[in-house]
């Protein structure tokens, strides 16, 4: 069975900060790919960030300049700095995990059960 954990979110005010991670834990025998989407109230969830395992990273037009992410392999973390921030920020924010928990098996997807960033203007 496989967990990923998110934590860090909470209520900050425009132009703040506030750093999320995601912890996956479970029998994993590797990660690829690792990502954070969001959802705002009547709104589909959306990409925020995507990193591989090697490193390659791929943003929103929205996050940019604005967000970084990075994760500890030896770790299976994710994180999600998150800079700058704005009003429209705000969402449920989710972390994904493409991941394989045996050598020749296949790769599935896996989901935190997210963690709320509001923030205020």
């Known amino acids: 069975q496989v967990q990923l954990v998110e934590s860090g979110g909470g209520l900050v005010q425009a132009g703040g900060s506030l750093r999320l991670s995601c912890a996956a834990s479970?029998?994993?025998?590797?990660?690829?790919?690792m990502g954070w989407y969001r959802q705002a109230p009547g709104k589909q969830r959306e990409l925020v960030a995507v990193?591989?395992?090697?490193?390659?990273?791929n943003f929103a037009d929205s996050v940019k300049g604005r967000f970084t992410i990075s994760r500890d392999n030896a770790k299976n973390t994710v994180y999600l700095q998150m800079n700058s921030l704005k009003p429209e920020d705000t969402a449920v924010y989710y972390c994904?995990?493409?991941?394989?928990?045996?050598?020749?098996?296949?790769?599935?997807?896996?989901w935190g059960q997210g963690t709320q960033v509001t923030v205020s203007s």
């Open positions: 994904n995990a493409e991941l394989r928990q045996t050598r020749w098996g296949n790769s599935y997807v896996y």
């Open positions: 479970g029998s994993i025998f590797s990660i690829n790919t």
């Open positions: 990193i591989t395992r090697g490193g390659s990273v």
